[in-house]
């Protein structure tokens, strides 16, 4: 089975905050992605990776930005944490063109 | 375009029922279609994994395509209350790409013991 794993599963944070969230996966996957996902708003892609070293912006890029150093690991960092931040956080990996499979998820919260 | 509608619900049925949830899209490039479960608090999972016109069973679950309609549905039969999630459809073009998949919003299903 493909396993997918994110650092925190809930991660309480100040306003100002450098936030690092990681995800890892098993399965050899060459994508990787960040979503974020709000009610009413669904899932939102932040950031992909394709290969290591390689990235790409997403729909809502703005205040993110990530780091794909090794093949199963995608890091997603908030520079600067806002209160608009707070959010669920759901990292995803797939082989180049097929379904993703999705970590537990990081519920974010920015005081 | 990027566009899947899917009504967000909520579904609310007793338990026993079959259950149809249903998304619509206006792209005729999307040729992959699935369908995941995701429980309050929790991960999407995936579910159901189709590429053609037709219909897929894999247990109470039923994914049907439409490509001619742009309609994809989901049935799950005698439903019970651990059926109780939000189920998003997702979708990816023939061919591509690493930008992901496109998804619904999900459908907020209750199953009413």
């Known amino acids: 089975d493909v396993k997918v794993t994110q650092s925190s599963r809930y991660l309480v944070k100040r306003t100002g905050e450098k936030v690092f969230l990681e995800c890892v996966q098993d399965m050899d996957h060459e994508n990787m992605f960040w979503y974020r996902q709000d009610p009413g708003l669904g899932l939102r892609l932040i950031y992909f990776s394709y290969d290591v070293k390689m990235k790409e912006k997403g729909d809502i890029p703005e205040g993110y930005s990530v780091s794909r150093e090794k093949k199963e690991r995608f890091s997603l960092i908030l520079e600067s944490a806002s209160t608009n931040q707070t959010s669920m956080y759901l990292c995803a990996s797939s082989r180049r063109t097929d379904t993703q499979y999705f970590g537990p998820g990081t519920r974010l919260t920015v005081l | 375009q990027k566009e899947v509608e899917q009504d967000p619900g909520p579904l609310s049925v007793p338990e026993g029922a079959i259950v149809s949830l249903n998304c619509t899209y206006s792209n005729s490039a999307f040729q992959y279609f699935m369908w995941y479960r995701q429980y309050s608090r929790k991960g999407p999972e995936l579910l159901m994994y189709t590429y053609s016109s037709g219909n897929k069973e894999d247990g109470r679950f039923t994914a049907q395509v439409d490509k001619s309609s742009k309609y994809i549905s989901l049935f799950i039969r005698d439903s019970q209350p651990s059926d109780s999630a939000t189920y998003l459809c997702?979708?990816?073009?023939?061919?591509?790409?690493?930008?992901?998949?496109?998804f619904g919003k999900g459908t907020h299903l209750i199953i009413q013991p």
């Open positions: 997702a979708m990816i073009a023939s061919g591509g790409g690493a930008d992901g998949l496109t």
